[in-house]
C-alpha cells in the first residue's frame, strides 16, 4: 500500500545521509570532488523542495519522528556541507570552528528557533554557491538556474508564504527573545 509519509520520510532520511556523503567526499576526495558535492546539494535541495509535499499528500493524518525533525536534518547536510569545504582546502578550520562554536551558543543561548536554524545554514550554502561559481562557473550555473526554476516553481507560494514567514519569524524572535531568555 501506498503510504505518502514513508515516502516522505524516506527522501528526508536520504537527504541526511547526503550530508554524510559530503564529508566522506571531502575526506576522500577533497577539492576534485566539487562537481559531485554540487551534484549532491542539487539532489539534498530537492528532496528538501519535495519531501514535505509529499507528506502533505498522504491519507493518514499524524507526524513522523524524522518529519518533525526536518530542520536538523537539513541543518545536519549544511554541516557536512562545511566539513567538505574545510576537507577540501576551500574553508578554513578556524573559520568553520569558530562559526559552529558561535552557532551553538546561539542555540544554546536562545533555543532551536525553526529560524535561526534556517538562517545558520544560509551562510554556508552562500559560500558554496560562490565556490562553485568560482571554481567550476558550469557547475555554478546550474546551481543558480536550480534555485531560479524552485522559485519559479513554488512561486505562489515562495513570495506569499516562505519569505513572509521568515521575515516574521525573524521579527517575532528579535522581538520576543528576552522573554526566551526570562525561560530559561
Same mark, same amino acid.
Given at each position: 500500500?501506498? #503510504? ?37 546539494? *542539487? ?17 493518514? #493524518? /499524524? ?26 582546502? /576551500? ?20 533555543? #532551536? ?29 546550474? +546551481? ?8 519559479? +516553481? ?20 528579535? *522581538? ?9
Amino acid at each position: 500500500m501506498f #503510504n505518502a509519509k514513508l515516502i516522505a520520510d524516506f527522501v528526508t532520511l536520504f537527504r541526511g545521509m547526503l550530508g554524510f556523503g559530503l564529508v566522506w567526499l571531502g575526506i576522500t576526495e577533497g577539492g576534485e570532488g566539487l562537481q559531485t558535492a554540487v551534484i549532491i546539494m *542539487i539532489v539534498a535541495w530537492t528532496g528538501d523542495a519535495i519531501d514535505g509535499k509529499i507528506a502533505r499528500r498522504s491519507r493518514k #493524518n /499524524y507526524q513522523s519522528w524524522i518529519g518533525t525533525h526536518d530542520l536538523e536534518i537539513d541543518m545536519a547536510v549544511s554541516c557536512g556541507l562545511l566539513v567538505y569545504l574545510v576537507t577540501a582546502g /576551500y574553508l578554513n578550520i578556524w573559520f568553520a570552528s569558530f562559526y559552529i562554536i558561535l552557532w551553538t551558543f546561539i542555540f544554546w543561548r536562545w533555543r #532551536n528557533v525553526r529560524v535561526l536554524g534556517m538562517l545558520s545554514q544560509a551562510p554556508i550554502y552562500a559560500y558554496f554557491i560562490l565556490i562553485s561559481l568560482i571554481e567550476l562557473p558550469n557547475m555554478g550555473v546550474w +546551481i543558480l538556474a536550480w534555485i531560479v526554476i524552485a522559485v519559479i +516553481i513554488t512561486w505562489p507560494q515562495f513570495p506569499k508564504v516562505i519569505v513572509p514567514g521568515f521575515i516574521d519569524g525573524m521579527r517575532e524572535f528579535l *522581538i520576543n527573545y528576552r522573554n526566551l531568555d526570562n525561560d530559561r
